[in-house]
């Protein structure tokens, strides 16, 4: 069986772990292939809620093995606590696998992810400040701490020093910061090492072997494609590659090896931190989505900046990824609007744009166009079949599905894991 990626086609927190949940049940594993604890999902399983940071969805089911892949940089204190606070709910953490080759965030990268935003003021990106960016600069200047680091009392203490000789003159110079001892920070990681080590592996091999024996792989995109760092609207983006691609490099899996490509998209469209949002709605519709939606961080807590659907940026989704399929959230959320606008194109300068503008000052200067769909009144939360759905909202999705250049598999009418129209199976 090919392997699955399961990805977000809009800024983020369009209910991947709900998705990756569905199919935790019918996959051996589940991969988390970029990001860090700047990425967040909920789960609800039952009466359960459960908030995953680090984590891979599939944690929460049974006979599934959860994985943190090699593109994914990780703060052990974070995922530490994450690890207990599910054993106390009665999760089995046990299966866990974590690559030796993933980053470390450390307690220095994130002093200077704060450190660093607060000095931008104004032109802040809007990043969580855990250390994410620094971590993959760290990562890419080639004087990051990986995993396996961990294990080498030698190599971590040369790598944390030569680390700090450039970042201590950045914070102590720039910032009138005090300078980080490089032995406390050692002291700190290697105090993480016997916790951490059951889990370590060398996940890129585990998982190539797995997909040789035909077992069904599960790959979760953290955050969103329009927070890719190539893709995204840069500069506000994140500092990794949430696309598809990205789950290739992520876990050292070919592209051969992928065989189906799920975009989530929210029924409307949400966006946290600083950047351009065409259909952001500052009114009153805007504050319901908000309300009605429960559209507040998982991780960061702050408020989502709501706004309309964006067919522009679906069908800009389907072609970077080379997307098979969508699953559409939060249908549910929408109920109770006699229309509702969904943005087809856009307005530049006069011009009717129907594509995502490459150009950062188009899309910054880009004006919505509108097409008004029937809204629909009903409780669709009991919905099983799409048949059940109201017909104004059995044409929404069908609209949608036109619009957006790949076929709506699964449909979210309530949060639960339950509450689901699956139209075509993903496996």
Not at 285 to 301: F, K, M, P, Y
Not at 377 to 388: H, P, R, S
Not at 408 to 425: F, H, K, Q, Y
Request: glycine share 12%; net charge negative.
């Amino acid at each position: 069986m090919p392997a699955l990626v399961l990805l977000g086609a809009q800024w983020g927190d369009e209910g991947k772990g709900k998705a990756t949940d569905l199919l935790g049940g019918s996959v051996d594993y589940v991969v988390r292939y970029q990001g860090g604890n700047n990425a967040g999902h909920t789960v609800v399983v039952g009466d359960q809620k459960y908030a995953l940071h680090l984590l891979p969805s599939g944690i929460l089911s049974p006979g599934c093995t959860p994985v943190i892949g090699n593109g994914v940089v990780v703060d052990p204190s974070v995922l530490l606590s994450e690890l207990s606070g599910l054993n106390e709910r009665g999760v089995d953490t046990s299966k866990l696998l974590i690559s030796g080759n993933a980053h470390i965030i450390t307690p220095y990268n994130v002093t200077v992810d704060k450190v660093t935003e607060r000095f931008l003021g104004k032109r802040k990106i809007g990043t969580t400040g855990r250390g994410i960016g620094p971590t993959y600069a760290d990562k890419i200047n080639r004087v990051g701490i990986r995993v396996q680091d961990l294990y080498d009392e030698s190599i971590l203490t040369q790598k944390v020093e030569a680390a700090l000789d450039a970042k201590n003159q950045i914070l102590t110079k720039l910032y009138n910061r005090r300078a980080i001892a490089a032995d406390q920070v050692v002291e700190e990681l290697l105090g993480y090492a016997e916790q951490l080590r059951p889990y370590v592996a060398d996940t890129v091999l585990v998982l190539n072997q797995a997909l040789e024996e035909d077992k069904v792989v599960l790959f979760e995109g953290g955050q969103g494609t329009l927070l890719d760092i190539d893709h995204g609207t840069y500069p506000f983006v994140t500092s990794s590659n949430p696309t598809a691609g990205g789950a290739c490099t992520g876990a050292g899996v070919g592209p051969t090896k992928i065989g189906r490509v799920i975009g989530i998209l929210k029924a409307y469209t949400t966006r946290v931190g600083s950047g351009p949002f065409p259909t952001e709605l500052l009114d009153e519709d805007g504050e319901a989505l908000r309300r009605i939606g429960g559209e507040r961080g998982v991780t960061t807590g702050r408020d989502r900046r709501c706004g309309w659907f964006d067919a522009v940026i679906a069908r800009y989704a389907t072609r970077v990824n080379g997307l098979t399929d969508f699953f559409l959230t939060k249908l549910d959320v929408l109920t109770g609007w006699e229309q509702i606008p969904v943005c087809v194109a856009y307005e530049i300068d006069g011009k009717r744009v129907e594509e995502l503008p490459y150009s950062q000052t188009d899309f910054h200067h880009a004006k919505p166009v509108y097409e008004y769909l029937p809204g629909w009144q009903e409780d669709i939360t009991k919905a099983k079949t799409f048949a059940d759905l109201p017909k104004n909202a059995q044409g929404y999705v069908k609209a949608l599905e036109e619009m957006s250049g790949a076929p709506i598999s699964a449909i979210g009418v309530g949060p639960g894991r339950d509450e689901t129209i699956e139209i075509n199976s993903f496996l």
